[in-house]
């Protein structure tokens, strides 16, 4: 392991940033190691999307080092950065609608040039039996599976996953929640979640942001809890 990298899939320091005149993230250090499961929380608007879209080259930072492996993200573009084995799965669940799921997963491999089907119809299996059928057809939870699917195809080191249980039925959260303890066997996550016990049951680290701030770090286990997490939502 180099000094460089510290042992660090990421390593944000001194991160900042704003939407044109409007600041919304101040001074934010998040570090991950190989194989963590970082969870994110926070109320509405506290800034947990803006920090997945600037690690992710979605947002360029005002201030502050985004590193992975010995290697500054800040001012890369997104494709870069996801060729760099850092894929960003997106609140919205946006897919291309006219497009197979098969294509959909394909086109999540273009940054990556290396891919890997066999993990994402394994963890999958629902969408091997959907692979022909037009991506606008999906349920939420078949979209949801549709967006990790193609973001683990391309063999991520990192995975930047915006609240991914969202409006999800108590069957897909669960088997989201095995999905994620499976997937941190081959690599780091950073999951923005609401929905505590189940980001509670999986993660190492848990950061609690408001306002933009950095409000809170839990690393020990008795501290990752849904009732020690619950004041910052
Ligand atoms: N594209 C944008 N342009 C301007 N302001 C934005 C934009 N996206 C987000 N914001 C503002 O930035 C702040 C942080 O938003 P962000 O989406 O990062 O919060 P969040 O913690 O992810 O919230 P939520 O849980 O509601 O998704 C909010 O005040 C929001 O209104």
Request: charged letters at 25%; a neutral charge; one cysteine or more.
């Amino acid at each position: 392991m180099s000094a460089a990298t510290n042992g660090h899939v990421l390593d944000v320091k001194g991160l900042s940033a704003a939407y044109g005149e409007s600041k919304v993230l101040f001074d934010i250090a998040v570090a991950v190691r190989d194989r963590e499961v970082v969870g994110c929380v926070g109320r509405n608007g506290a800034g947990k999307s803006t920090l997945l879209k600037s690690i992710a080259g979605f947002l360029r930072p005002t201030a502050g080092t985004v590193v992975s492996d010995g290697v500054d993200l800040v001012g890369r573009t997104a494709y870069a950065i996801a060729g760099m084995g850092i894929k960003y799965v997106p609140q919205d669940k946006k897919v291309f609608s006219d497009l197979t799921v098969r294509e959909n997963l394909e086109l999540g491999s273009y940054a990556s040039g290396d891919y890997d089907w066999d993990p994402v119809l394994v963890f999958f299996p629902k969408l091997k039996v959907l692979l022909d059928r037009k991506a606008g057809y999906l349920s939420g939870g078949e979209r949801q599976m549709l967006m990790i699917g193609r973001a683990i195809l391309g063999k991520p080191k990192l995975l930047l996953v915006d609240e991914p249980t969202e409006g999800l039925a108590p069957s897909i959260v669960a088997h989201l929640k095995d999905v994620f303890r499976e997937l941190s066997k081959s690599a780091a996550l950073v999951i923005v979640e609401q929905n505590l016990p189940m980001i509670c049951a999986i993660a190492d680290k848990i950061y609690a942001l408001n306002e933009g701030r950095l409000v809170a770090e839990l690393t020990e286990r008795e501290q990752i809890r849904p009732e020690v997490c619950e004041p910052y939502l």
